[in-house]
T-cell receptor, first 111, second 115 residues
Framework: SQQGEEDPQALSIQEGENATMNCSYK?????LQWYRQNSGRGLVHLIL?????REKHSGRLRVTLDTSKKSSSLLITASRAADTASYFC???????????FGKGTKLTVNP | DAGVIQSPRHEVTEMGQEVTLRCKPI?????LFWYRQTMMRGLELLIY????????DSGMPEDRFSAKMPNASFSTLKIQPSEPRDSAVYFC?????????????FGNGTRLTVT
């Protein structure tokens, strides 16, 4: 079953605006990761947040994690046309090494 | 580092034919994962290996699918016989073994079309 579910499925914004994507999951996690996928390419790791962390920053990215609500959000500030891509959250199930992905949010940043 | 290398990038074949997808992980990465991506089902984990040993193949859809990792620098995913519903993008990814906090590094995928 899908562990991570992203919301919204698609998001269209203007350059310079902020983009927020959400992820919900079902079981306990060790960490939650966000990946980006450009059209026709493989996924690229963006940021990882551990289960004992609440917020993490990397450049224009900010990730939050609320383990009580089993949810995470990815904020991209001051978006650029080059941020146009699909964004996925992924979690490790239980004690395994299996990284399970949601279906992603397709972000379009219009110039 | 060249990253994870997959071949071919595109494969078009007829139903019933055998298809072999290839992957070279990043040197030093001893965990290797095969995923399949479709619009309907998203990214599905098919199988993963640690130190060339298959650990979990519960995602392999049917006996028509098989995967091998004969050495640390090469893995194959084989479909025999192929069917139209196997059409998808197949990704290989690798990471350092035993580090749950280490990210996956993906190849650029093989787009398979079965007619």
């Amino acid at each position: 079953s899908q562990q991570g579910e992203e919301d919204p499925q698609a998001l269209s914004i203007q350059e310079g605006e902020n983009a927020t994507m959400n992820c919900s999951y079902k079981t306990s996690i060790n960490n939650l990761q966000w990946y980006r996928q450009n059209s026709g390419r493989g996924l690229v790791h963006l940021i990882l947040i551990r289960s004992n962390e609440r917020e993490k920053h990397s450049g224009r990215l900010r990730v939050t994690l609320d383990t009580s609500k089993k949810s995470s959000s990815l904020l991209i500030t001051a978006s650029r046309a080059a941020d146009t891509a699909s964004y996925f959250c992924a979690t490790v199930q239980g004690g395994s090494e299996k990284l399970v992905f949601g279906k992603g949010t397709k972000l379009t940043v219009n110039p | 580092d060249a990253g994870v290398i997959q071949s071919p990038r595109h494969e078009v074949t007829e139903m019933g034919q055998e298809v072999t997808l290839r992957c070279k992980p990043i040197s030093g990465h001893n965990s290797l994962f095969w995923y399949r991506q479709t619009m309907m089902r998203g990214l599905e984990l098919l199988i993963y290996f640690n130190n060339n040993v298959p650990i979990d193949d519960s995602g392999m859809p049917e006996d028509r699918f098989s995967a091998k990792m004969p050495n640390a620098s090469f893995s194959t995913l084989k479909i025999q016989p192929s069917e139209p519903r196997d059409s998808a993008v197949y990704f290989c990814a690798s990471r350092e073994t035993g580090l749950r906090n280490s990210p996956l590094h993906f190849g650029n995928g093989t787009r398979l079309t079965v007619t």
